[in-house]
């Protein structure tokens, strides 16, 4: 959320509900719009207008996600939330039970084919194409990171592939996005990241804007800030 409108509101949601579920990556860890936390409001309001309209809204000083500003009892994350999650929520909510997917990555529930090591030292950009077979599955395609493709499976939390064979973007045979959040609470995705490109002889030196691309969709809870004029 960014203005104090959209935070009024939510306090009043919170007063009056029983259960607060959070959906989508947006409201649970402020998605693509909190990517302006890089800039001060003042920045991006004089980015965008020539002059500033009286008519808007007051905002906060950053982005922020809902559970810093109110009590979320469950959340249900993915750009968009898969409709499975949704569904096994609203079940559990209905028998009084509580909801979350569990804590692992996609690596985890990933079918693709590993040897621990890149094709090469360096990242691929994003127009080159996979090396993979169209008519056979999935496991027998090496893994989308060891071919030196920017995927951010090791530090995004399962759950967009439901019942399917694989993670969305990987049944798509591209990287990861990321659009899932952290595998964790409190998780340093950045510095994981980073290791794990480490572990199998991957540079992050050729990586356009890290800061950007590893906080693309979790820029709230302080993770995205402007930097110091220099």
Known sequence: MRTEEQKEILQKIREKCKTLVALGTCAINGGIPAMTNMWKGEEIL??????????????????????????????????????????????????????????????????????????????????????????????????????????????????CRGDSDAPRCIRARVGCRGCFGPIRKGAKPMVDMMSAWSSIGLSPQGVPDRRALLNRFIGAHNNLRPLPKR
Request: hydrophobic share 35%.
């Open 46 to 159: 004089n980015a965008i207008y020539s002059s500033l309209p009286s008519e808007v809204p007051a905002w906060l000083d950053r982005v922020y996600a809902i559970d810093e500003i109110a009590k979320v009892d469950i959340y249900i994350p993915g750009c968009p939330p898969h409709p499975q999650n949704i569904n096994e929520a609203i079940n559990a909510l209905l028998k009084g039970e509580t909801w979350s997917l569990p804590e692992r990555s996609v690596c985890d529930s990933c079918p693709t084919r590993r040897e621990k090591k890149a094709s090469s030292g360096t990242t691929k950009r994003f127009f080159e194409n996979l090396t993979f077979s169209p008519e056979e599955s999935l496991d027998t395609m090496r893994c989308v990171m060891e071919q030196g493709f920017i995927c951010l499976g090791p530090v995004t939390r399962a759950g």
